[in-house]
C-alpha cells in the first residue's frame, strides 16, 4: 500500500493570509492521483482539489492551488486569503490510476486554524 | 438523495453486540467504499464495490467484519462480537466507477464500544 505523510498536525493562519500544508507519498506507480480533502467537524469529507500526476502543471481552484513535485514525491497546499470557513482537518490522499484500484490512502491530518 | 447517507449518525453498544451500519450512496453510483477512521487519524480503506461484487476487501481486519451490497445500491457494513477497538467513525463514499472519477463522502457513523 502507498504510504502519505502529512508531517505537520497543526497549523494557525491569521484570517487574509497564506498557510502551505505539506504531503509527501511513496509509491512505485508513474500514474495515479492526488488529492486534498478537508473535513469539518461535521465530519463529511469535502474534495477540495486533486492532480493527476502526469499533468505537470499545478492544479488551482479559487484560493486553493498546490505545489506537484513528482520527483520528489511532494504534494503541497496552499490557501491564500485564509478565512474562517478554511478552519478543518487537511487530508491528502493518494489513488492508484490502475484499472482496479480506486481505493485513497491517506495521511494522518493536518488542523487549520484560522485566527481572526 | 442529492448526496451519500448513512445511517445511524451515531452508535453506542456494549462490548460482544451485533451492529449494522448502512449506507445510500448517490443514484446511479457504481462504486462503493468503506473507510474506517480512528480519532486523530486518517481513513483507512475497508472494502470497494463494483455493483454487487466486493472488488477489493484487503481492507477488512478480520473475520467479524463483513458488508454487503445485494441489489448494488445500498450496502450494509456489519460487524460482529465488537470490540472497544472498533470504535471510530465509519464513513462511505461512493462514485461513478469510472477511472478518475471523484468519490463522494457520507457524513459516517460515529460507533463507540463500551
Known amino acids: 500500500a502507498q504510504t502519505v505523510t502529512q508531517s505537520q498536525p497543526e497549523m494557525s493562519v491569521q484570517e487574509a493570509e497564506t498557510v502551505t500544508l505539506s504531503c509527501t507519498y511513496d509509491?512505485?506507480?508513474?500514474?495515479?492521483?492526488l488529492f486534498w480533502y478537508k473535513q469539518p467537524p461535521s465530519r463529511q469529507m469535502i474534495l477540495v482539489i486533486r492532480q493527476e500526476a502526469y499533468k505537470q502543471q499545478n492544479a488551482t481552484e479559487n484560493r486553493f492551488s498546490v505545489n506537484f513535485q513528482k520527483a520528489a514525491k511532494s504534494f503541497s497546499l496552499k490557501i491564500s486569503d485564509s478565512q474562517l470557513g478554511d478552519a478543518a482537518m487537511y487530508f491528502c490522499?493518494?489513488?492508484?490510476?490502475?484499472?482496479?484500484?480506486?481505493?485513497?490512502?491517506f495521511g494522518a491530518g493536518t488542523t487549520v486554524t484560522v485566527r481572526a | 438523495g442529492a448526496g451519500v447517507s448513512q445511517t445511524p449518525s451515531n452508535k453506542v453498544t456494549e462490548k460482544g453486540k451485533y451492529v449494522e451500519l448502512r449506507c445510500d450512496p448517490i443514484s446511479g453510483h457504481t462504486a462503493l467504499y468503506w473507510y474506517r477512521q480512528s480519532l486523530g487519524q486518517g481513513p483507512e480503506f475497508l472494502i470497494y464495490f463494483q455493483g454487487t461484487g466486493a472488488a477489493d476487501d484487503s481492507g477488512l481486519p478480520n473475520d467479524r467484519f463483513f458488508a454487503v451490497r445485494p441489489e448494488g445500491s445500498v450496502s450494509t457494513l456489519k460487524i460482529q462480537r465488537t470490540e472497544r477497538g472498533d470504535s471510530a467513525v465509519y464513513l462511505c463514499?461512493?462514485?461513478?466507477?469510472?477511472?478518475?472519477?471523484?468519490?463522494?463522502f457520507g457524513p459516517g457513523t460515529r460507533l463507540t464500544v463500551t
Open positions: 463514499a461512493s462514485s461513478s466507477g469510472l477511472a478518475g472519477g471523484e468519490q463522494y
Open positions: 509509491t512505485s506507480e508513474s500514474d495515479y492521483y
Open positions: 490522499a493518494y489513488r492508484s490510476a490502475g484499472s482496479n484500484d480506486y481505493k485513497l490512502s
